[in-house]
């Protein structure tokens, strides 16, 4: 199954938005979740948020109130979307997301090749 297409990185002030974009493939069926992790130069790989099939959240402390997950009303679509506002320098990292689906009753997890995001201050 191919690798999702992230989009939407790129480098804004703080207090600034970005928008992160994340389309699975249309080959990939059943899918569970999708979400971003996020890791900064020497940091581990963290969790940002995530979405159910059935529209359930889920955020990192640090995000919350700040950070908005959907995905697209076209469930074809495969497509999740990251909305990023009030951006802090900490928020800098590189923002990596993943799609869940069951695969012959497996579960799998594919990732995106990541995406750059730089606040400044």
């Known amino acids: 199954q191919g690798q999702p297409v992230e989009s939407g990185g790129g480098l804004v002030q703080a207090g600034g938005s970005l928008r992160l974009s994340c389309a699975a493939s249309r080959t990939v069926f059943g899918i569970s979740a999708m979400g971003w992790y996020r890791q900064a130069p020497g940091s581990q790989r963290d969790l940002v948020a995530t979405i159910t099939s059935g529209g359930k959240t889920n955020y990192a402390d640090s995000v919350k109130g700040r950070f908005t997950i959907s995905i697209s009303r076209d469930i074809a679509e495969n497509t999740a979307y990251l909305q990023m506002n009030s951006l802090k320098p900490e928020d800098t990292a590189v923002y990596y997301c993943?799609?869940?689906?069951?695969?012959?009753?497996?579960?799998?997890?594919?990732w995106g090749q990541g995406t750059q995001v730089t606040v400044s201050s």
């Open positions: 993943y799609v869940n689906y069951m695969r012959t009753g497996l579960p799998v997890t594919l």
